[in-house]
């Protein structure tokens, strides 16, 4: 129910900039934790990212315009000799825009996040073997109260995306912010 209510909040939005945090496990393997300055704009759907960290992809850049380029991406590495070189347009799901990416591009930002997650719940719920908990004001992340929901799948599973899930949301924006 509350993800359902936030479709609606988040398509009101019509641009934000954030930190993103990502940390992804792709093929197996836990990926270095990276930073990236992102902004994000619904309408058309454009995302601009500038990678803080680590030091091997800082300052590259990447910027995504739906209904440019020829459906591409424009990436600029920011770093090593690549970095004297253009600019390169690639497919968002190409094998060079997805290397080290469990996602492409255009499945970035809080409307997909949410919307997906809606889409896990109730396709795995479906086995009745999922569990939702709601801890209300249950953290603080940087000062700000946080309730937790947490999704269990009480068996791991390969069929399930997950075993456990924790999402925190802020409690006076109301968005996911972990």
Same mark, same amino acid.
């Given at each position: 129910?509350?993800?359902?209510?936030?479709?609606?909040?988040?398509?009101?939005?019509?641009?934000?900039?954030?930190?993103?945090?990502?940390?992804?496990?792709?093929?197996?393997? $836990?990926? !270095?934790?990276?930073?990236? +300055? %992102? =902004?994000?704009?619904?309408? @058309?759907?454009?995302?601009?990212?500038?990678?803080?960290?680590?030091?091997?992809?800082?300052?590259?850049?990447?910027?995504?315009?739906?209904?440019?380029?020829?459906?591409?991406?424009?990436?600029?590495?920011?770093?090593?000799?690549?970095?004297?070189?253009?600019?390169?347009? $690639?497919? !968002?799901?190409?094998?060079? +825009? %997805? =290397?080290?990416?469990?996602? @492409?591009?255009?499945?970035?930002?809080?409307?997909?996040?949410?919307?997906?997650?809606?889409?896990?719940?109730?396709?795995?719920?479906?086995?009745?073997?999922?569990?939702?908990?709601?801890?209300?004001?249950?953290?603080?992340?940087?000062?700000?109260?946080?309730?937790?929901?947490?999704?269990?799948?009480?068996?791991?599973?390969?069929?399930?995306?997950?075993?456990?899930?924790?999402?925190?949301?802020?409690?006076?924006?109301?968005?996911?912010?972990?």
């Amino acid at each position: 129910r509350w993800a359902q209510g936030e479709v609606v909040r988040l398509e009101e939005i019509k641009d934000y900039s954030a930190v993103l945090i990502k940390e992804e496990r792709v093929h197996g393997r $836990l990926l !270095p934790e990276q930073q990236i +300055a %992102m =902004k994000l704009r619904h309408e @058309p759907f454009s995302v601009y990212l500038r990678f803080l960290g680590p030091q091997d992809v800082q300052d590259r850049e990447v910027l995504y315009v739906d209904g440019a380029n020829d459906g591409n991406l424009i990436a600029h590495e920011g770093r090593g000799l690549l970095s004297l070189g253009p600019s390169v347009p $690639l497919a !968002p799901d190409s094998s060079l +825009a %997805m =290397k080290d990416q469990k996602y @492409p591009l255009t499945d970035i930002g809080l409307l997909t996040l949410v919307n997906k997650f809606i889409e896990t719940c109730e396709r795995e719920s479906k086995s009745h073997e999922c569990e939702v908990r709601c801890y209300p004001s249950y953290v603080k992340l940087d000062g700000r109260p946080c309730t937790c929901l947490m999704v269990v799948h009480p068996l791991f599973r390969e069929e399930f995306m997950f075993h456990v899930a924790y999402v925190y949301i802020d409690d006076e924006w109301g968005i996911p912010v972990r």
